[in-house]
């Protein structure tokens, strides 16, 4: 059932409404103004219940269009990362490096946030890649000549 459908009989149950309580307005019987009154009872049920239908089925459709969304969006970075494995480094490091192309890493904390930065290279002795997105630094490269202590 779509919201055209849902959109019609709503209408149409509204016309019948109409219609009989244009015959109440004439002067019948007892019996007949009761059965009258009874079948404009059911008829504004009926309209209550298809208006809450509309509302379910409004609510339903912007869910279901979020989850496909969302479901979209995890298939495209799943298909992204595809084009990468996880690897140690000549420096030691565990990156994620393009598999194909023109060779470069990202960032594997950035990764796991779904997030991709290409690893930049700070040209030093150490061989230290840097993350533009969390600012972490990686030895990529083996080192050339000895590694200054680290203070800290």
């Given amino acids: 059932m779509d919201i055209g ?3 019609a009989t709503y209408n149409g149950l509204k016309k019948v409404k109409d219609i009989i ?16 009154n009874m079948a404009e009872k ?13 509302e379910e ?5 912007s869910e279901n269009n979020d989850l496909r969304q969302s479901i979209k969006e995890r298939d495209d ?3 992204r990362l595809e084009d990468y494995e996880l690897v140690e480094t000549d420096g ?10 023109l060779k470069h890493f990202l960032c594997p904390g950035c990764i796991e946030k779904k997030e991709a ?17 969390c600012h972490y630094s990686f030895n990529i490269k083996r080192p050339m000549g000895p590694i200054p202590p680290v203070f800290r």
């Avoid at 019996?31 to 009258?36: Q, Y």
């Avoid at 030691?92 to 192309?101: D, L, M, N």
Wanted: include cysteine; glycine fraction near 8%; hydrophobic fraction near 40%.
């Fill in 5 to 7: 459908t849902i959109t």
């Fill in 57 to 61: 089925l409004f609510r339903l459709q």
């Fill in 117 to 133: 930065h290409i690893l930049q290279d700070c040209r030093d002795t150490a061989g230290g890649f840097h993350c533009p997105g």
């Fill in 77 to 79: 970075w799943d298909k």
């Fill in 21 to 36: 309580k244009g015959l109440a307005d004439l002067k019948l019987e007892t019996t007949t103004m009761a059965r009258i």
């Fill in 92 to 101: 030691g490091a565990i990156v994620y490096q393009s598999k194909s192309g």
């Fill in 42 to 54: 059911e008829v504004a049920e009926a309209l209550d219940s298809i208006f809450q239908l509309r």
